[in-house]
């Protein structure tokens, strides 16, 4: 007998699902299997990282940091696995010339620190599927689908997947890995983008930069952008690089050398500044012990507890402590020469005291003498508090400094401390997962603080490469770019979008005739342009994630599809849990970091992937009937 499965999305998750698979079917499945990648992007990469992209657009990990296998830190109740990292890859490509000149020339360049383009990127994701598929066991055979899957049905327990392309696919199970989803605008931006037609203006909403008509933006004119993650570092590089600017090297840093058809960009977003710099430098003092103080002793207490928990009470104490301890045992390991206490006693007293207590700040400020080695969640949280100016080109040096100086500490190893504050994070991230995955924390946590979390680690732990903050100062110096500061908001009249920013406070506003939201739609199951999950919706078959307070407050929803959080098995509209369909990935409630990752960390993504794919072949009906 053949058993089948289904994956929609054969991008680095859907990959990452076939990878375990493969692992774990000798342990659990006998006989023949057939897995279906379907996607009509190009399998292995996908939408996000296909080939088909602008070739300045890079990755905002270095080579050495980015991997789709296991190793021997990941913790999984599958095989360890292990495979090249990108770096390996790279390093022991034996024809570089088959992928062309331009990335020929570009692999020859790479070293472990390199930040690649997507494109390179692009060509190891195919390559990693095509490793995956060459060493399936016996008996196990992958089907290539370049098409949309549209309609998800079922005859009794077998699953009907219905092909853009007229073809139904008859498959036992189903995972649902499409990455992230578009939506239709949200009704404030349909209400903005009607506003701005009316009065002849330009809006372009929340979507891929890619993806965006960037034509309608005409050189010179000025252009007010709300965002300042990794899409607007995506849409500064298509608007100037890709606009035939380019950037020469100037004493330490860069100058901009432009064409002639660039706009002029006034960002700004709740924070005010760009995402932190990734670091550019390794640990000197090792990796950190993390689990510390937030790690499984600590989540589950709160989850034994079995009241509603209040994260920014209850664990941000704990996360923020592990994060500063991260910090500090790099700054001890690495650099020994700059406290003046031995780490053991410290980390004594440390662990003694309470987070940001007085006696904590006490023995930080007698141990740690220079201000710059102590870590300052607040500031990396909120880089701009404190900072006032009457007016747009008063603020413009006050926000350069600080960026250069955020640059600066990212690439200078002198601060590697930002680093293990990063490994702690990440650590605390997978922790934080398991704590909502739990049921225990309160709608209104989830509502408010894990949206506030998830902003903070994306502005600490997702930044893009030095040299593209480089390139934005360099831009900024130019007077390309101005940056309108913290809490901005935006207006819509008869001459132009109006807008300012609390760090403006007074000042007069900023007036454009195009407006760009430079991120991604937000999540929404409702809202979703997918036609599978929309009719899985209509159908009652998802279910949306819907925050209800403790008073019957219908607080929101996260916009994401409900799953078991163990496996991600698809719960439905009544609350059952289909026994054969899944989904993994950022349009499900299941917050799992990245869909690649670095190695050596014991991965939250590597683990999810092999609990989902373990959960996948134990739903196959052989499966079912060797248990009974």
């Known amino acids: 007998m053949t058993s089948a499965i289904?994956?929609?999305?054969?991008?680095?998750?859907?990959?990452?699902?076939?990878?375990?698979?493969a692992a774990s079917v000798p342990d659990l499945h006998s006989g023949r299997l057939d897995v279906h990648l379907i996607d009509p992007y190009p399998a292995g990469a996908g939408r996000i990282w296909r080939h088909d992209q602008s070739p300045l657009l890079a990755m905002n990990s270095m080579a050495a940091d980015v991997t789709m296998y296991t190793d021997d830190t990941v913790v999984c109740e599958g095989p360890i696995r292990p495979g090249p990292t990108f770096w390996d890859w790279a390093r022991d490509h034996d024809d570089p010339d088959a992928l062309g000149p331009e990335l020929a020339a570009e692999?020859?360049?790479?070293?472990?620190?390199?930040?690649?383009?997507?494109?390179?990127?692009?060509?190891?994701?195919?390559?990693?599927?095509?490793?995956?598929?060459?060493?399936?066991?016996?008996?196990?055979?992958?089907?290539?689908?370049?098409?949309?899957?549209?309609?998800?049905?079922?005859?009794?327990?077998?699953?009907?997947?219905?092909?853009?392309?007229?073809?139904?696919?008859?498959?036992?199970?189903?995972?649902?890995?499409?990455?992230?989803?578009?939506?239709?605008?949200?009704?404030?931006?349909?209400?903005?983008?009607?506003?701005?037609?009316?009065?002849?203006?330009?809006?372009?909403?929340?979507?891929?930069?890619?993806?965006?008509?960037?034509?309608?933006?005409?050189?010179?004119?000025?252009?007010?952008?709300?965002?300042?993650?990794?899409?607007?570092?995506?849409?500064?590089?298509?608007?100037?690089?890709?606009?035939?600017?380019?950037?020469?090297?100037?004493g330490d840093g860069v100058r901009y050398v432009p064409s002639g058809a660039e706009p002029r960009l006034v960002a700004g977003s709740p924070r005010g500044t760009p995402y932190h710099s990734k670091t550019h430098y390794g640990l000197l003092g090792g990796r950190p012990p993390v689990g510390r103080f937030f790690g499984e002793a600590e989540v589950d207490a709160l989850i034994a507890t079995g009241e509603p928990v209040d994260l920014r009470?209850?664990?941000?104490?704990?996360?923020?402590?592990?994060?500063?301890?991260?910090?500090?045992?790099?700054?001890?390991?690495?650099?020994?020469?700059?406290?003046?206490?031995?780490?053991?006693?410290?980390?004594?007293?440390?662990?003694?005291?309470?987070w940001d207590s007085p006696a904590m700040l006490e023995l930080i400020t007698a141990a740690v003498p220079d201000p710059l080695d102590r870590i300052d969640i607040a500031a990396l949280d909120r880089p701009l508090d404190g900072v006032s100016a009457p007016h747009l080109a008063a603020l413009q040096p006050m926000v350069r400094a600080r960026i250069a100086e955020d640059l600066r500490q990212h690439v200078d190893p002198r601060h590697t401390p930002?680093?293990?504050?990063?490994?702690?994070?990440?650590?605390?991230?997978?922790?934080?997962?398991?704590?909502?995955?739990?049921?225990?924390?309160?709608?209104?946590?989830?509502?408010?603080?894990?949206?506030?979390?998830?902003?903070f680690f994306n502005g600490v732990a997702s930044g893009p490469p030095g040299f593209r903050v480089r390139q934005l100062l360099a831009l900024a110096r130019a007077g390309y770019i101005d940056f309108l500061g913290a809490g901005m908001w935006v207006d819509v009249a008869a001459d132009g979008f109006h807008a300012g920013s609390a760090t403006l406070a007074g000042a007069p506003p900023l007036r454009a005739g195009v407006l760009v939201d430079a991120r991604l739609p937000d999540a929404s199951v409702t809202r979703t342009s997918d036609p599978l999950l929309a009719g899985l919706l209509l159908a009652g078959a998802v279910s949306e994630d819907v925050l209800v307070d403790d008073d019957g407050t219908v607080l929101g929803s996260t916009g994401q599809i409900r799953v078991r959080p163990a496996d991600?098995?698809?719960?439905?509209?009544?609350?059952?849990?289909?026994?054969?369909?899944?989904?993994?990935?950022?349009?499900?409630?299941?917050?799992?970091?990245?869909?690649?990752?670095?190695?050596?960390?014991?991965a939250q993504s590597l683990r999810y992937n092999d609990a989902v794919a373990r959960a996948v072949l134990r739903s196959l009906p052989q499966a079912a009937r060797a248990a009974a």
């Open 313 to 354: 009470a209850q664990a941000w104490p704990a996360i923020a402590k592990e994060i500063a301890f991260g910090w500090y045992h790099e700054l001890f390991g690495g650099h020994a020469e700059r406290v003046l206490l031995p780490w053991e006693e410290f980390l004594a007293r440390f662990a003694e005291l309470e």
């Open 418 to 455: 930002h680093l293990g504050a990063f490994v702690a994070m990440l650590f605390a991230y997978g922790e934080i997962t398991r704590l909502v995955g739990s049921g225990v924390l309160s709608a209104r946590s989830q509502a408010y603080d894990l949206r506030w979390w998830q902003g």
């Open 568 to 602: 991600g098995a698809l719960i439905d509209a009544s609350g059952a849990v289909h026994p054969r369909r899944f989904a993994v990935g950022p349009h499900t409630a299941v917050k799992v970091a990245g869909a690649f990752t670095r190695p050596g960390m014991n």
């Open 107 to 250: 692999l020859r360049d790479v070293t472990a620190s390199t930040f690649p383009s997507r494109r390179l990127q692009s060509e190891y994701l195919g390559w990693v599927l095509r490793d995956v598929i060459a060493g399936l066991p016996d008996g196990v055979r992958v089907h290539l689908h370049r098409d949309r899957a549209v309609g998800l049905t079922e005859d009794g327990d077998a699953q009907l997947v219905e092909l853009a392309g007229g073809t139904t696919l008859r498959v036992d199970t189903v995972v649902l890995a499409s990455g992230h989803l578009d939506a239709t605008p949200t009704g404030d931006e349909l209400e903005l983008a009607a506003r701005a037609a009316e009065h002849g203006l330009r809006y372009l909403p929340p979507e891929q930069t890619t993806d965006s008509d960037l034509s309608v933006i005409a050189p010179g004119e000025t252009v007010l952008v709300r965002g300042m993650g990794l899409a607007f570092i995506d849409l500064v590089v298509l608007l100037f690089e890709g606009r035939g600017g380019r950037f020469e090297a100037d």
């Open 6 to 21: 289904a994956i929609i999305g054969a991008g680095p998750r859907g990959a990452g699902i076939l990878e375990r698979l």
